[in-house]
Nanobody, 123 residues
Framework: QVQLVESGGGLVQVGGSLRLSCAASGRTFGINTMAWFRRAPGKEREFVAAISRSGRGTDYADSVKGRFTISRDNTKNTMYLQMNSLKPEDTAAYYC????????????????WGQGTEVTVSS
């Protein structure tokens, strides 16, 4: 089993920045792709960004391209999401996910999930 714990959420003003972290523990050697998803109030959970095992492959939702950067440090079993130029529509619970197979931006493809961290962008 793999356990994922997110941190770094909070309240930020429009245009501000936050960095989310996702710490993995347990059988981390099997983790391949990691990703961030989010669920805004009243909406379905949606893909935000994904990163390959090596970190060389990344993918982003159109809504965050150019503003968010996903990265990972495999020596620390930790993934990050740097969020810049935040907008009110970025307000959501952000979830870390991991899967044992290759790259995917589909929610159902992921094997492990964190509990989420709340991000609120105020105007």
């Amino acid at each position: 089993q793999v356990q994922l714990v997110e941190s770094g959420g909070g309240l930020v003003q429009v245009g501000g920045s936050l960095r989310l972290s996702c710490a993995a523990s347990g059988r981390t050697f099997g983790i391949n792709t990691m990703a961030w998803f989010r669920r805004a109030p009243g909406k379905e959970r949606e893909f935000v960004a994904a990163i390959s095992r090596s970190g060389r492959g990344t993918d982003y939702a159109d809504s965050v391209k150019g503003r968010f950067t996903i990265s990972r440090d495999n020596t620390k079993n930790t993934m990050y999401l740097q969020m810049n130029s935040l907008k009110p529509e970025d307000t959501a619970a952000y979830y870390c996910a991991a899967r044992l197979k290759g790259f995917s931006d589909y929610l159902t493809a992921y094997d492990y999930w964190g509990q989420g961290t709340e991000v609120t962008v105020s105007s």
